[in-house]
């Protein structure tokens, strides 16, 4: 089972461009894992963390969900009510990136939905673009998911990569955080295989001493994630890759995937290898 509270994931983000040529990289980096409905609790208890309001460490409502600042538990119970979940009051966690000292960009960031028995009804996957926009992927487990390992799927309706068409696919093969975390996406186009990502990590407290540490160690973490962005684009760009034009947002704010699991597969295996 997931484990309650807020800590840090100490780890590293790895993308493996599989097609049309190789291309990969792998860079440190941290997260926060926060119980949305005791920010405030975290917020008073530290020192270099805030809730809305500067600090070495902040989160900001405004950073996700509809980004108006309004509160995050309302919008997450509506994407859900829109598939027919009803979590009666459920833990809801947050896994991200946080700001440093204001700044924060978060290409994913991951809703666990758990109903009022703790068990993991759902995954919200809230993944931005460069561009400023935002989409949301709303994935419901079955009624019988332990949800210690889960997989899901579906199709893309979001721009986030030029060098990827939308004519795509994605996989989540997932290991919700606990001691440790493992996100791994594969993407796939109708030729195959495209594109594998992953995100691990190792548990440590949400203390002022471990955030203290992560500043030491990922002063520039923000910058950082913006720069390789667009330096690893620079580089797939100069190998050849097939540009793609920026295509209309979405016109809904979440798309709605199958409810199941899908058997892994060979496949799968190996491209989760690939990811270690």
Not at 154 to 177: E, L, T, W
């Amino acid at each position: 089972m997931t484990e309650a509270g807020s800590s840090l994931y100490f780890g590293r983000v790895m993308h493996h461009r599989l097609r049309p040529f190789r291309h990969r990289f792998s860079y440190r980096v941290f997260s926060v894992w926060l119980d949305i409905d005791r920010l405030g609790e975290d917020a008073s208890r530290l020192r270099l963390f805030s809730h809305n309001r500067f600090n070495l460490f902040s989160f900001h409502d405004k950073d996700h969900g509809r980004r108006d600042g309004g509160p995050l538990r309302p919008w997450v119970e509506a994407l859900l009510a829109g598939d027919g979940i009803d979590l009666e009051g459920g833990r809801i966690s947050l896994l991200c990136y946080p700001r440093i000292l204001g700044y924060v960009f978060n290409p994913l960031s991951v809703f666990f939905c758990h109903d009022a028995a703790d068990r993991l009804r759902a995954i919200v996957y809230e993944v931005k673009n460069t561009f400023g926009e935002q989409h949301c992927y709303v994935l419901p487990l079955p009624e019988d998911a332990d949800g210690t390992r889960v997989r899901q799927g579906c199709a893309k309706h979001f721009h986030v990569s030029p060098f990827i068409g939308m004519q795509a696919d994605y996989r989540f093969m997932i290991r919700p955080p606990a001691e440790d975390l493992s996100i791994v996406i594969r993407q796939s186009v109708p030729q195959g295989p495209q594109l594998v990502a992953s995100m691990t990590g190792r548990r440590a407290g949400l203390r002022d001493a471990t955030l203290l540490k992560a500043f030491c160690q990922y002063p520039l973490m923000t910058l950082k994630i913006i720069s390789a962005i667009h330096w690893e684009a620079l580089w797939i760009w100069l190998k050849g890759a097939t540009y793609h034009g920026r295509p209309p947002a979405p016109d809904r704010q979440a798309s709605y995937g199958p409810r199941g699991e899908r058997p892994a597969t060979p496949a799968d295996a190996r491209l989760a290898g690939a990811a270690e």
